[in-house]
T-cell receptor
């Protein structure tokens, strides 16, 4: 079973636009992470936000976390064609500290 | 290389055959994870090691799946009597130790196709 659910399932935008995707989860967490996966490749870690943090930035990425709503969002600003990939949120539950559980992902296509 | 290495990258097996998938984690990473990823889906947790100890194997789908890491470095995921539903990409990841799992470093995966 998957802990997180991403929304939307797919997103198509043009270069220069911002891309926003959301993640909802079900149980208390220690941290939430976002990963990117290019087609046929492994996952690449983007950013980690802890349960006591509300917002985090890394380059063109901005992540928010609302533990009261059990949700997170990932914003990619000024998107590029190279941002085309699937994006997954993943959570570490407080009652299952070793296991990182992934959602089903958002497929993002950025057209030039 | 400096990353997580998996082999083989591609494996085709006939139904009923046994397969073994290998993972070489990043040197110094004591935590190692196996995930199964079906087409179009997110990775599903299979099992987790800290050094040679298998701390969580709750995600292994059946007793046909077995993972080991005897010396705390290289790990092997073995699938016995493969079935068509085992077709998936098997991802290995490693991380630095910590009370809670932090950033995972993934390999490129082993794509298993069972005919």
């Amino acid at each position: 079973s998957q802990q997180g659910e991403e929304d939307p399932q797919a997103l198509s935008i043009q270069e220069g636009e911002n891309a926003t995707m959301n993640c909802s989860y079900k149980t208390s967490i220690n941290n939430l992470q976002w990963y990117r996966q290019n087609s046929g490749r492994g996952l690449v870690h983007l950013i980690l936000i802890r349960s006591n943090e509300r917002e985090k930035h890394s380059g063109r990425l901005r992540v928010t976390l609302d533990t009261s709503k059990k949700s997170s969002s990932l914003l990619i600003t000024a998107s590029r064609a190279a941002d085309t990939a699937s994006y997954f949120c993943a959570t570490v539950r407080t009652d299952s500290w070793g296991k990182l559980q992934f959602g089903a992902g958002t497929q993002v296509v950025v057209t030039p | 290389g400096a990353g997580v290495s998996q082999s083989p990258r591609y494996k085709v097996a006939k139904r009923g055959q046994d397969v073994a998938l290998r993972c070489d984690p990043i040197s110094g990473h004591v935590s190692l994870f196996w995930y199964q990823q079906a087409l179009g889906q997110g990775p599903e947790f299979l099992t987790y090691f800290q050094n040679e100890a298998q701390l969580d194997k709750s995600g292994l789908p059946s007793d046909r799946f077995f993972a080991e890491r005897p010396e705390g470095s290289v790990s092997t995921l073995k699938i016995q009597r493969t079935q068509q539903e085992d077709s998936a990409v098997y991802l290995c990841a490693s991380s630095l130790p910590g009370q809670y799992t932090g950033e995972l470093f993934f390999g490129e995966g082993s794509r298993l196709t069972v005919l």
